[in-house]
């Protein structure tokens, strides 16, 4: 017979594996112990090698813009240029320099240096906002599944009134009550989207809740606090991280919009959004790049992320739901 | 002899003599229909399980069998507190077990474990095999690593597996290997019952009379009092020392396993009979008899006796008055008015 | 003589996966054929590949998998033959299907009414109320009550039974001459069970249907068939009738697995098959059952067995036929 792959590692000496159901049961059972052999390094390549390449690169800038940006930035984002205290133009431009290839603002501020600082905050409110939307999503949503009753009932109706409102009014509103601040946006950001997470995990919680091995864990003795944080949160987690990874780019465009309007990351600190509204009358005056420059970062970070999430979906999530 | 070993040798014969698990007269109703916030329910009641009573003996098999609907596994569910009876008691070992609470409840919970029907659903996906079976000695005990360790792999080795399995993930393995892990870790602390609901319904044949000779050896080396809840009368005559009949919340027939499987007295034990599949095409049994409506919901059941509409020999009597269940010579358990008592 | 409606020649499935680096035999050289009236069991543990040979009976296989030889003949033409589109007719008019699951077999959104008449709609051209009577017909004829009010009503009012029943409607309604019953009664109570297979032998003796009854269960193939055929690991190992399969089994598996089944009132101990199926996508050299067989040596374990004829119409595949029926005498 021509048995297609035979270099396998579970072919067992033929006679022992007839002795008896120990000794057969373990022999099916390491069928797939060479994965843990291979190496830690092999095992990271395939890791790697299967990543989308596009959002992956595109991210992968974006991380290094934000770390990295006292390095990359040619100029101080917060301080005019030199010697320049308006508008100068764009590189292509009449007049215009290379030192500062996308110009400078009305206070003569390097554009480029500000989009590479813009990363830092869309990176930092991307990742943590989203994170804090998902904390309090997680909570909420495990709690409302698991413990269900009145409990399930007032968290849904809150979770109901809350998708009623606006989600941009109601940051506004949240960020004039408690003052604009990077941190605070990220706070905002995380009470304004937890909805999302809360609604879909407790979906999950209350299939998971039904399933035996969380009955039987109840009747081994375990109590809720371990039911919930070594039966049910493991198996949420990847809902959990399909469902962030495609809030990152809602919340990076909430937080560009909340800068626009002037109630997000305050003056001077740059940020994509202020940037967009500090251009918005450049239009007129033939100074397009002021605007495209911040609208193409975030325009490509929000695809980047978007891509990314729509992968690791179908990565973590093979039944595609459609979260 | 003295008094003090008198009375030794008596608390030992009672000690002999008790019942694992005496359940008296058990109800539970669940509410039918919505409720919750704003949505009154209105008051109607399935009665899921209605007034039953047996008991299980150290090193015992009671067999628990009815078709869906009949509450066998609601019992289930209440003997391991997962859900609280309307009323009626449960005995385990002498101690009321219905109103335990707190440490009480957590320490009934190291004698009383389960094997339930999907190994799919009863292991933990995210956990490694080790860490599922080492569960219940990790919330009662404080054994040392090295100590977890050992008793893992000697339950593991009792289910019939080797110790290397315990890095591995559920995922890993078949149906009827997982069913050995949810075996092994229903056996890591002191099991002095187990409670089988279809444990091996959901297996193929080669696999489950394996499974099944494991669950009887296991029970002859540990004597573990065995509730083995089913639908398929050979299995669970097969597994089963006692038979006990179920339909729509309520016993029927009790008795002997054998006994009863040679001598079925009630209509609906009867009826199940000729419904099970023959072992050899030479004896197909006559199916004629058949019953041939549906089994009614819980929700509504017939009033009477639960059975008349599908029964046979009905009588008048049958379909107002539930019939009392009288204890025939033998010892048989029966609750039918072809059979009233004395 | 009655007509033989259904001939599989040889026939082979295989999945292939991982860019044709895997493949998967999940159905390898079966033959066998149905006469009218008759009903032929597919027994066999899950992942036998009983699944898969009814599926590439009606050319219904998922992506990936592929009939790689043999011949279907239906009616007496080759159905591999036919177009996508050829098919279409085919299914549903001459050969039909009972799945394992009521609730996803009937659609929820559509009535009984419509559901039980559209083969008899498309392939029989019945219309308005021939069709109706059709249906009622159809409906009666699996012991619906008051089938005039039940035909307008949803799946999801009628019970488990009811609902398998209506998928025998649904199966009969193109009159075909085959109805493929994929393990159709696993989700039934055990009264309920007995009903409808009592219902299907009835049908199939009013409208001499050829079944195929594809189950793990050997009480069922006990009670309905005729003939039956034991599948491992992808091949049938053993072929017959159904007492004599029963009686006196050839092949080990076979034997064993009617060994292993509990028997109602004995309390004997059952006889255990050690170990595993074998994984299709790497079958051993050498027999497939050998390292669960208690009578293989050395032989079994690097030739595989022929299917060859032990008897009037009966196939084993097992080096040790002899030695099994010693070995039986004994216990």
């Known amino acids: 017979m021509n048995v297609p792959d035979s270099n396998n590692s579970t072919k067992m000496p033929r006679k022992a594996s007839r002795k008896g159901a120990l000794e057969e049961a373990s022999s099916g059972e390491i069928r797939n112990a060479n994965k843990d052999s291979r190496s830690k390094v092999r095992a990271f390549l395939d890791f790697v090698k299967q990543l989308p390449v596009g959002s992956t690169l595109i991210l992968g800038i974006l991380v290094f813009f934000a770390i990295c940006a006292p390095l990359l930035a040619p100029h101080d984002p917060i301080r005019p ?81 809350w998708l009623a409102i606006p989600t941009l009014v109601l940051a506004i509103l949240l960020s004039m009550t408690l003052g604009a601040s990077m941190w605070n946006i990220v706070l905002i950001l995380g009470v304004v989207y937890w909805t999302r997470y809360a609604r879909i995990l407790r ?24 039911i919930i944080t070594r039966h049910i949160i493991p198996n949420v987690f990847n809902t959990w ?47 397009w790049w002021l605007m495209a420059a911040p609208a193409v970062a ?26 | 002899m003295s008094d003090a070993s008198h009375e030794q040798i008596a608390q030992a014969e009672t000690l002999k003599n008790a019942k694992t698990l005496v359940v008296n007269d058990l109800v539970k109703h669940f509410p039918a229909g919505r409720s919750g916030f704003g949505v009154k329910a209105n008051k109607q009641w399935v009665k899921a399980v209605d007034g039953v009573s047996f008991d299980i003996a150290p090193g015992e098999t009671l067999g628990l069998v009815g078709e869906s609907g009949c509450g066998k596994s609601t019992i289930a569910k209440l003997i391991l507190r997962l859900e609280d009876p309307t009323s009626g008691s449960i005995k385990f070992e002498g101690r009321e077990i219905t109103d335990l609470k707190g440490d009480q409840l957590k320490d009934y919970r190291r004698s009383v474990q389960a094997v339930f029907q999907d190994p799919y659903s009863s292991l933990s996906p995210r956990m490694r ?175 009477g006796c639960h059975f008349h509409p599908r029964c046979q020999q009905s009588m008048e009597h049958c379909s107002t008055h539930f019939p009392q269940e009288v204890k025939l010579t033998g010892g048989r358990r029966i609750s039918c008015h072809l059979y009233p008592g004395d | 003589m009655t007509r033989e409606i259904l001939k599989v020649k040889d026939l082979a499935t295989h999945y292939t996966g991982f860019g044709g680096s895997r493949v998967v035999k999940a159905v390898d050289e079966v033959s066998f054929s149905l006469e009218e009236g008759q009903t032929i069991g597919i027994v066999g543990e899950s992942g036998c590949g009983k699944t898969t040979l009814c599926l590439s009976l009606v050319r219904l296989l998922a992506p990936g998998a592929q009939i790689v030889g043999g011949s279907i003949e239906l009616n007496g033409r080759d159905i591999l033959k036919l177009s996508q589109k050829e098919m279409v007719e085919v299914r549903g008019k001459e050969i039909a299907m009972i799945l394992q699951d009521p609730m996803t077999s009937l659609n929820p959104v559509i009535n009984i009414e419509t559901q039980v008449g559209e083969a008899a709609f498309k392939h029989r051209g019945l219309r308005s109320s021939t069709l109706r009577e059709r249906v009622r017909q159809l409906l009666e004829a699996v012991r619906i009550p008051s089938p005039d009010v039940r035909m307008q009503e949803f799946p999801h009012q009628m019970s488990g039974g009811m609902r398998q029943r209506i998928a025998g409607a649904v199966a009969l309604s193109g009159e075909p001459g085959i109805i493929i019953a994929d393990e159709p009664t696993t989700s039934l109570d055990v009264t309920i069970q007995a009903q409808y297979l009592d219902l299907l032998r009835r049908l199939q003796k009013d409208t001499g249907v050829g079944l195929i009854f594809v189950t793990h269960d050997l009480g069922i193939v006990a009670k309905m068939c005729d003939d039956v055929i034991v599948m491992y690991a992808g091949k049938t190992v053993e072929k017959g009738s159904v007492r004599e399969i029963f009686n006196n089994p050839n092949h080990p598996y076979t034997s064993a697995l009617i060994r292993s089944v509990p028997k109602l009132g004995s309390k004997d101990p059952l006889y255990r098959i050690e170990g595993q199926p074998p994984d299709l996508s790497n079958l051993p050299q050498g027999c497939s059952f050998a390292s669960r067989c208690a009578i293989a040596d050395d032989h079994c374990f690097e030739h595989e067995p022929p299917l060859i004829e032990v008897g009037p119409r009966r196939l084993a595949a097992c080096w040790k036929i002899e030695e099994n029926a010693a070995s039986k005498e004994q216990a």
């Open chain 1, 203 to 226: 979906g999950e919680v209350l299939t998971l809740r039904e399933r035996d091995f969380v009955k039987l864990a109840e009747v081994a003795g375990a109590g809720r606090i371990r």
């Open chain 1, 81 to 161: 240029v030199e010697g320049i205290y308006t508008y100068t133009p764009a590189a292509w431009k009449d007049g215009g320099s290379w030192a500062q290839w996308l110009g400078t603002d009305f206070l003569g501020r390097d554009v480029w240096s500000r989009i590479i600082y813009g990363a830092r905050v869309s990176v930092i409110v991307g990742l943590t906002g989203t994170a804090a939307a998902g904390a309090i999503g997680m909570v909420m949503g495990v709690v409302a599944g698991y413990f269900g009753g009145w409990v399930d009932a007032f968290i849904m109706r809150v979770v109901d009134a």
């Open chain 1, 241 to 287: 991280m399909v469902l962030a990874s495609l809030t990152v780019g809602v919340v990076i465009v909430a937080e560009a919009s909340l800068s626009f309007l002037g109630v997000g990351v305050p003056a001077p600190q740059p940020a994509w959004g202020s940037m967009l509204n500090d251009a918005r009358a450049q239009l007129l005056t033939g100074r």
């Open chain 1, 298 to 323: 975030i325009g490509l970070t929000v695809l980047g992320a978007n891509l990314f999430g729509d992968w690791l979906r179908v990565k973590l999530d093979p039944q595609q739901r459609n979260l």
């Open chain 2, 129 to 303: 095999v080790h860490d599922i079976v080492a569960e219940g000695l990790r919330i009662h005990t404080d054994y040392s690593k090295s100590d977890v360790r050992t008793r893992v792999n000697d339950v593991l080795a009792l289910a019939g597996l080797s110790p290397d399995v315990g890095r591995l993930y559920p995922h890993e393995f078949s149906g009827g290997q997982r069913q050995r892990i949810a075996i092994a870790k229903a056996l890591v602390l002191d099991t002095k019952m187990l409670i089988l609901d279809e444990a091996v319904s959901a297996l193929d044949v080669s696999i489950r009379a394996q499974i099944i000779t494991l669950l009887k050896d296991l029970q002859q080396d540990l004597g573990i009092a065995y509730l083995y809840i089913g639908h398929d009368l050979a299995t669970v005559g097969h597994l089963s020392d006692r038979v006990m009949v179920m339909y729509l919340g309520r016993v029927l027939e009790l008795d002997d396993s054998i006994e009863l499987v040679r001598n079925p007295k009630h209509p609906y034990t009867e009826a199940l009979f000729a419904a099970a599949l023959p072992s050899n095409p030479d004896h197909i049994g006559d199916t004629s008899e058949q019953p041939n409506a549906e089994v009614p919901t819980a929700l509504a059941p017939p009033t």
